[in-house]
């Protein structure tokens, strides 16, 4: 059980716009700590896409942005592409039980 | 450019401990933090740790925090990840990441180590 919850898979049209949820509590994202996303594909090292809630590092396309709220966050791409299928993570801190870092389960995204 | 290199394939026996390094070249190595995630066969990515090239602090996840410990050697820019005691559900890919802060994202990312445990 993850400590931040994503939905296991989305899917999209190429073209179309998909989110991904990811919802904390307040010892997480609730308590002020950033979140960020990566992009995983199989056999590779995560890819990061979004830094301090809204942040995109240099070379990573406009199509995904990022925003948060709450206890929550969210990772929008537009303009869905076929090489955009793959597995995202959203990743924040945790105060509880001494401190840590947290991932959500990930979320599988398909392009139809 | 920044980057990271692991060290390579580890097969190990339950009970035994492994040791991975990570080598960093193309940045100020002791301006930052290494974080390790992994993740294993079938599963989501887990975050074991951090440790702090600049004083070496670390915060370990309470999953691992008995059986992990985290150094950094500035003099070889390279730090390491040492699991003890392991079992068969450690086996996993090994990533290591640049991080500013315990908090924070992972910049730069290793290739992975896989460290299987198996009788």
Known sequence: QSVLTQPPSVSGAPGQRVTISCTGNRSNIGAGYDVHWYQHLPGTAPKLLIYGNTNRPSGVPDRFSGSKSGTSASLAITGLQAEDEADYYCQSYDNSLSGRGVFGGGTKLTVL | ?119
């Not at chain 2, 035994?16 to 066969?41: E, L």
């Not at chain 2, 702090?52 to 691992?64: E, F, L």
């Not at chain 2, 890919?93 to 992972?106: D, I």
């Open chain 2, 1 to 119: 450019q920044a980057q990271l290199v692991q060290s390579g394939v580890e097969v190990k026996k339950p009970g035994a401990s492994v040791k991975v390094s990570c080598r960093a070249s193309g940045y100020t190595f002791n301006s930052y933090g290494i974080i390790w995630v992994r993740q294993a066969p079938g599963h989501g990515l887990e975050w074991m740790g951090w440790s702090s090239a600049y004083n070496g602090d670390t915060n370990y996840a309470q999953m691992v925090q008995d059986r992990v410990t985290m150094t950094t050697d500035i003099s070889t820019g390279t730090a390491y990840m040492e699991l003890r005691s392991l079992r068969t559900d450690d086996t996993a890919v090994y990533f290591c990441a640049r991080s500013v802060r315990k908090s924070a994202a992972g910049t730069i990312w290793g290739q992975g180590t896989l460290v299987t445990v198996s009788a």
